[in-house]
């Protein structure tokens, strides 16, 4: 009987290995210290938010953090508590459609 070599991640039957979106390739907070998206708890947000005012794919990046429920950071030029109002604002309109 021969031996078949089978990849672990066939055998577990995972997903393939997740890439960056295509967008983030035109985004210009990669040529910025990340740590400028993620202030210490009371740090200014401006100086991301001012990278991200300036940035081609800022809506690509915020819907990216909505889809994916990104709770950390500046993405598409807005905070947490920015993003909440977002989705909240989503949650709203979708019960209000749905009646």
Known sequence: ???????????LDLPEPLHP????EFAECQYTDPET???EKGGSTRPAKRICAGCEVRA???????EN???????????????????????LQELEEAV
């Open 60 to 66: 690509d990046c915020l819907e990216y953090a909505l």
């Open 21 to 24: 979106p295509h967008w983030t």
């Open 1 to 11: 009987m021969s031996e078949v070599i089978v990849p672990l991640e066939r055998a």
């Open 69 to 91: 429920g990104e709770r950390f950071g500046i993405w598409g030029g807005m905070s947490e508590r920015e993003r909440r109002r977002i989705e909240h604002a989503r949650e």
């Open 37 to 39: 998206f993620f202030p």
